[in-house]
């Protein structure tokens, strides 16, 4: 029979996000200079590769390295994620709240890992900010995106929304089960949970593929329409002058 262990499956979400990473990382080069928030996303991917890779190594470091910086990076992963769509949206979002959040969601992940080892309580403190967080996103999309950018933004919360669904089921799964003593050895759902972390990574990398496509095209078609605008415009003067 075959049986998914937690550590193949972290093995397995470290390769797709360095993979994610390497295709975010080339698409920054050529489009770097002309939006500032593809570094945010740059740094987004990077965080969250470090962080799950040393997940890996959770057996020979410290819980300070193996659990609480990791998911540290990973947290605020999302938040670089969120930020990046909110300056190639050029929208007026005020986000240095995150920084506030980020030492609130530190605090508390720092005393379920340390003070009062609780890995219930860890999985329900990341679900519920990320929860939050990707709740953010979709608030943006229905309520404040221009409306240039609605369509060049409408794949990448579409899935922001369906992740922030999985955080949904993934807290009130965790809120309802029993006490999890070790994360890697007890058979848990949370297995399902890094299953479809995988698949959101893909997802999201592909939602920002076609945001930054999409966006580019409304860019070129503004542009055509102007150029053509101009030309009419010269056209018309020079038929008044003749």
Aim: hydrophobic share 55%; aromatic share 14%.
């Amino acid at each position: 029979m075959f049986i998914l262990d937690m550590y193949t499956l972290i093995a397995t979400l470290v390769l797709v996000s360095y993979i994610c990473t390497v295709i975010v990382y080339a698409t920054s080069l050529t489009l770097y200079k002309k939006y500032r928030g593809m570094k945010y996303f740059l740094i987004s991917y990077s965080v969250l590769t470090i962080g799950i890779t040393m997940v890996i190594f959770v057996d020979v470091l410290p819980a300070i390295f193996g659990v609480l910086i990791p998911n540290i990076l990973m947290y605020s992963s999302i938040v670089y994620f969120l930020v990046g769509i909110v300056e190639v949206s050029e929208l007026p979002q005020n986000t240095s709240l995150y920084k506030y959040i980020m030492i609130i969601f530190t605090l508390i992940y720092y005393y379920f890992t340390i003070i009062d080892t609780n890995v219930s309580m860890r999985i329900i403190t990341f679900s519920m900010f990320a929860l939050a967080t990707y709740t953010h996103m979709t608030f943006i999309a229905l309520n404040q995106l221009k409306e240039k950018s609605k369509a060049a933004t409408k794949s990448m919360f579409v899935v922001a929304m369906l992740t922030a669904i999985f955080y949904g089921i993934r807290l009130i799964v965790a809120l309802k089960r029993a006490y999890i003593a070790d994360y890697f050895l007890s058979n848990h759902s949370d297995i399902f949970s890094v299953l479809s972390l995988s698949a959101t990574i893909i997802l999201l990398t592909f939602a920002l593929s076609m945001m930054l496509q999409r966006r580019l095209m409304v860019e070129i078609e503004i542009g055509n329409n102007e150029r053509n605008q101009l030309m009419e415009k010269l056209k018309n003067k020079h038929l008044l002058m003749s």
